[in-house]
C-alpha cells in the first residue's frame, strides 16, 4: 500500500538546524510531488512548500523560502525537509504528504496520503 | 493568501445524529473554466495525520463511509456527518487547492455528546 514514513522525533537548540525525511513506498516515487507541512501547538495546518522527486523543482512558501530547502533521493525513494536557523516558534510536527495524482511541474492539488507526522521541539 | 475559516471550533453531537461543519474561504474557489470547487476535506484522529476524506468539495474519496458528504460552492462549504459513529470523533479540516500557497481552515473538534 502507498505509504510515507517519516523519521523519528527531534529536539534541537535555538540557532540549529533540523532535517526531517520521509521514505515512499508503494508507488513510482519519481510519479508524485511531496509536499511538506507543519502543525505548531494550537495552530493550524501550514503548508511549507514542494517537491517534484522527477526533477527536483522546488516551490516554496513565502513565509518559508528563506530557510526551507527541500530535496530527495530517487536511489532510496527518500525525501528530506530542512529548516536553519530555528526558533521556538518551529516547534511543531512537520508532516509529509504526497500530491494526490501523478504531476511533474507543479500545481494546487489535494494531498494524499501523509506520513505519520515528525515532532521537532526547538528549546535551550 | 485565500484564508479558509471554519465553524464552529467544536461541536458535540449524539451517537447516530447529523454532524454539520461549514467552512468559508475569503476569495471565491470555483474555478469558472471547468465549474470546479477547489476544495478537501480531512479527518484527524488523535495521534494520527490527517486523512483525506473529499475533494472537488464532493468527491469522496474511495473506501470512505457514504455518511460523510461535502456540499457548497464558490465560498461556502459545508462537510455533513449524517449519522455519527464513535469512529468520527476527530478534528476536521477544510483545505483550499485553488492557489499557492496551500490553506487551511481551524479545524472543528468532533465530539460525542
Known amino acids: 500500500q502507498v505509504q510515507l514514513v517519516q523519521s523519528g522525533a527531534e529536539v534541537k537548540k535555538p540557532g540549529a538546524s533540523v532535517k526531517v525525511s520521509c521514505k515512499a513506498s508503494g508507488y513510482t516515487f519519481v510519479s508524485f510531488g511531496i509536499n511538506w507541512l507543519r502543525q505548531a501547538p494550537g495552530q493550524r495546518l501550514e503548508w511549507m512548500g514542494w517537491i517534484s522527486p522527477y526533477n527536483g523543482d522546488t516551490k516554496y512558501a513565502q513565509n518559508f523560502q528563506d530557510r526551507v530547502t527541500m530535496t530527495t533521493d530517487t536511489s532510496t525513494s527518500t525525501s528530506y525537509m530542512e529548516v536553519t536557523s530555528l526558533g521556538s516558534e518551529d516547534t511543531a510536527v512537520y508532516y509529509c504528504a504526497r500530491d494526490a495524482f501523478p504531476q511533474y511541474s507543479y500545481a494546487e492539488l489535494w494531498l494524499d496520503p501523509w506520513g505519520q507526522g515528525t515532532l521537532v521541539t526547538v528549546s535551550s | 493568501d485565500i484564508v479558509m475559516t471554519q465553524s464552529p471550533d467544536s461541536l458535540a453531537v449524539s451517537l447516530g445524529e447529523r454532524a454539520t461543519i461549514t467552512c468559508k474561504s475569503s476569495?471565491?474557489?470555483?474555478?469558472?473554466?471547468?465549474?470546479?470547487?477547489?476544495l478537501a476535506w480531512y479527518q484527524q484522529r488523535p495521534g494520527q495525520p490527517p486523512k483525506l476524506l473529499i475533494y472537488?468539495?464532493?468527491t469522496r474519496e474511495s473506501g470512505v463511509p457514504d455518511r460523510f458528504s461535502g456540499s457548497g460552492s464558490g465560498t461556502d462549504f459545508t462537510l455533513t456527518i449524517s449519522s455519527l459513529q464513535a469512529a468520527d470523533v476527530a478534528v476536521y479540516y477544510c483545505?483550499?487547492?485553488?492557489?499557492?500557497?496551500?490553506?487551511f481552515g481551524g479545524g472543528t473538534k468532533v465530539e460525542i455528546k
Open positions: 472537488w468539495a464532493s
Open positions: 476569495q471565491t474557489i470555483l474555478y469558472n473554466s471547468n465549474n470546479k470547487n477547489y
Open positions: 483545505q483550499q487547492y485553488y492557489a499557492t500557497p496551500l490553506t
